[in-house]
């Protein structure tokens, strides 16, 4: 969807889920579905926007009748977007979830049983720092055999408390894994802008029908009130 809606907020605009940070061709089908949900709502605020338009031609009705019946198109897209949203932030939780299992995942030990109780023994008489800076050296390195030694036994066979380790298996994966690292960068960014940006669809259709959603209930309160008066729907 390319077109702009002067009219609606470009907060809403899809555009900006394609601006998000790790958006490419490779992460483009994760985010298809916050593409559409935005869509939905760009499409859904300008649709009551349009049908504002043609309600104001209509010198028949009153300015409180135009609130009446643009309120209840509004709420019919807010229905619409409203769903869309929540389907689209569940989706991208449970994507989110399997790859920080797959991202956390043990580590199994790549290197021979002695070699590996050397190296855990090495890095376990290092002082604090210099076991960090061990491990900063091997992630940088990619020297599978050192981690895979260190985060595929006990943390404390190293030296390392629990936390420590999980720190270092979860970057460790990233670091072989880099295109799982990127996909999940995305989805977390898709999300916060769905939640972030969801508040503003109810500005938006408020600002649309011209009425606070109080002063329009109230309205299609008294004037369903008339209508059963005269015993009409």
Same mark, same amino acid.
Request: glycine share 6%; no cysteine.
């Given at each position: 969807?390319?077109?702009?809606?002067?009219?609606?907020?470009?907060?809403?605009?899809?555009?900006?889920?394609?601006?998000?940070?790790?958006?490419?061709?490779?992460?483009?089908?994760?985010?298809?579905?916050?593409?559409?949900?935005?869509?939905?709502?760009?499409?859904?605020?300008?649709?009551?926007?349009?049908?504002?338009?043609?309600?104001?031609?209509?010198?028949?009705?009153?300015?409180?009748?135009?609130?009446?019946?643009?309120?209840?198109?509004?709420?019919?897209?807010?229905?619409?977007?409203?769903?869309?949203?929540?389907?689209?932030?569940? +989706?991208?939780?449970?994507?989110?979830?399997?790859?920080?299992?797959? $991202? *956390? %995942?043990?580590?199994?030990?790549? &290197?021979? =049983? !002695?070699?590996?109780?050397?190296?855990?023994?090495?890095?376990?008489?290092?002082?604090?720092?210099?076991?960090?800076?061990? +491990?900063?050296?091997?992630?940088?390195?990619?020297?599978?055999?050192? $981690? *895979? %030694?260190?985060?595929?036994?006990? &943390?404390? =066979? !190293?030296?390392?408390?629990?936390?420590?380790?999980?720190?270092?298996?979860?970057?460790?994966?990233?670091?072989?894994?880099?295109?799982?690292?990127?996909?999940?960068?995305?989805?977390?960014?898709?999300?916060?802008?769905?939640?972030?940006?969801? &508040?503003?669809?109810?500005?938006?259709?408020?600002?649309?029908?011209?009425?606070?959603?109080?002063?329009?209930?109230?309205?299609?309160?008294?004037?369903?009130?008339?209508?059963?008066?005269?015993?009409?729907?």
């Amino acid at each position: 969807m390319s077109y702009v809606n002067s009219k609606v907020t470009p907060s809403l605009h899809p555009e900006n889920v394609r601006q998000i940070d790790g958006y490419d061709d490779d992460t483009a089908s994760l985010l298809a579905g916050t593409v559409a949900a935005f869509a939905t709502a760009y499409e859904g605020v300008g649709a009551v926007w349009t049908a504002k338009d043609v309600v104001n031609q209509n010198s028949a009705w009153t300015d409180e009748r135009k609130i009446i019946e643009l309120s209840k198109h509004a709420q019919r897209q807010f229905d619409t977007i409203a769903k869309r949203f929540d389907s689209t932030a569940s +989706l991208l939780s449970k994507q989110i979830a399997h790859i920080e299992g797959e $991202l *956390t %995942a043990p580590v199994e030990s790549k &290197a021979a =049983l !002695s070699i590996s109780r050397e190296i855990r023994e090495h890095v376990k008489g290092l002082s604090s720092d210099q076991r960090m800076t061990f +491990l900063e050296r091997a992630i940088t390195d990619g020297d599978a055999t050192s $981690l *895979t %030694a260190l985060l595929g036994a006990p &943390a404390y =066979l !190293s030296g390392m408390n629990a936390e420590m380790k999980a720190i270092y298996v979860r970057r460790y994966r990233e670091r072989l894994e880099p295109v799982k690292a990127k996909r999940l960068k995305a989805l977390n960014a898709a999300r916060e802008l769905i939640i972030e940006r969801g &508040a503003l669809v109810f500005k938006e259709l408020e600002k649309a029908v011209g009425a606070t959603p109080q002063k329009a209930a109230a309205l299609r309160k008294a004037h369903q009130a008339a209508l059963d008066s005269l015993g009409l729907k």
